[in-house]
């Protein structure tokens, strides 16, 4: 059975954490090359994770024609650059979240998959864990009754002391701030588990609490859907808590649904019973194997030539959507899409 060679640039924190890991895990799939614009990060990650070959040229990655894909884990605003060159050298491309620094750099990427007919996945890691495929199930199959609200949150505390030279923190490299990180993997989470309904307004505020740098720190917005569903998105770097808190609440008529763990409390005999059977999967494991999950899909994807979830089209309306929350919070009003 031949295996998909996979490249992979950028050789940092997320990489070496959650994609090269699970790429030696997936027997479908072989890392071969690695890339990074330093040397001694890429020879670095290229021996301690066994993988072949290394570079600090991308264009290395595409021309070998030994390649099938590739696997992007750079900051954001080298996305759209990285994308359309491996896509046009004809490799299929996975792109880390968030997938493009702007809409219109994400149409851009579309439309070079389209061009070269290669799939164009955006790495939305969240909806690939077990529980929310779990729950979207439920929602389809009407086991929460008719969902009129649902309530996506996550906080952390951040110790940015040492961050200022990050791109993260920087909006020319990251495109914006806890929105473009967290907010748009919890927005994607809970757009797709509602049916990806249109969204017809929406009202955000955002607020920085360090002066250091000139993005974001907070996020709040409430968008409102054609199907008169309404999506609480609530995001910050800089909670004051002890725990990190990724949270999401399904309002519905016959059921309320929570994820992390998953538990679906339903009335029965005069009892709220949860119905989901307890599971012994920590966060940490539902952290892993999503990534696993995710990037499995991608390789039977370009196996089997089936359709993407969390496609490039998807992924797109994602960002454009967020670049309304930032009008909305900019401008002090609502905004009517």
Not at 27 to 35: D, K, M, N
Not at 77 to 92: C, F, T
Request: aromatic share 8%; charged share 25%; hydrophobic share 45%.
């Amino acid at each position: 059975m031949k295996k998909i060679k996979i490249g992979l640039i950028g050789a940092g924190k997320i990489a070496q954490i959650a994609h090269i890991p699970q790429w030696k895990k997936i027997p479908e799939a072989e890392l071969v090359a690695i890339c990074d614009v330093q040397a001694s990060a890429a020879e670095w990650v290229a021996n301690k994770f066994n993988i072949g070959k290394w570079s600090t040229d991308p264009d290395v990655l595409f021309r070998d024609e030994g390649i099938d894909a590739i696997d992007i884990c750079t900051d954001t605003q080298a996305h759209r650059s990285l994308a359309i060159a491996a896509l046009a050298a004809g490799k299929h491309v996975l792109v880390e979240k968030p997938f493009a620094p702007t809409y219109t750099d994400a149409l851009a990427m579309v439309e070079a998959s389209e061009k070269y007919n290669r799939l164009l996945m955006a790495a939305m890691n969240i909806r690939f864990r077990k529980e929310l495929i779990t729950l979207k199930s439920f929602i389809q199959g009407k086991e929460l009754g008719d969902v009129f609200s649902c309530k996506v949150t996550w906080f952390k505390n951040l110790d940015v002391s040492h961050l200022e030279k990050h791109w993260l923190f920087r909006k020319e490299m990251s495109g914006g701030g806890v929105l473009m990180d967290l907010g748009i993997q919890m927005l994607d989470a809970a757009w797709w588990l509602l049916g990806n309904p249109k969204p017809v307004s929406l009202k955000a505020k955002i607020f920085n609490h360090s002066s250091k740098f000139d993005v974001e720190d907070t996020a709040i917005s409430m968008i409102q859907f054609e199907n008169g569903i309404v999506l609480n998105l609530d995001v910050s770097w800089s909670i004051l808590s002890e725990m990190e808190n990724l949270s999401a609440t399904f309002f519905g008529t016959e059921a309320t649904a929570t994820i992390n763990p998953l538990c679906v409390y339903k009335k029965m005999h005069g009892n709220l019973v949860n119905i989901v059977p307890s599971k012994d999967e920590n966060s940490t494991l539902r952290y892993i194997r999503s990534y696993q999950n995710e990037l499995k899909h991608f390789v039977t994807c370009i196996k089997q030539k089936t359709v993407l979830t969390s496609g490039g089209k998807e992924a797109a309306t994602r960002l454009q959507l967020i670049e309304k929350i930032y009008e909305s919070a900019r401008e002090g009003r609502e905004v009517l899409l």
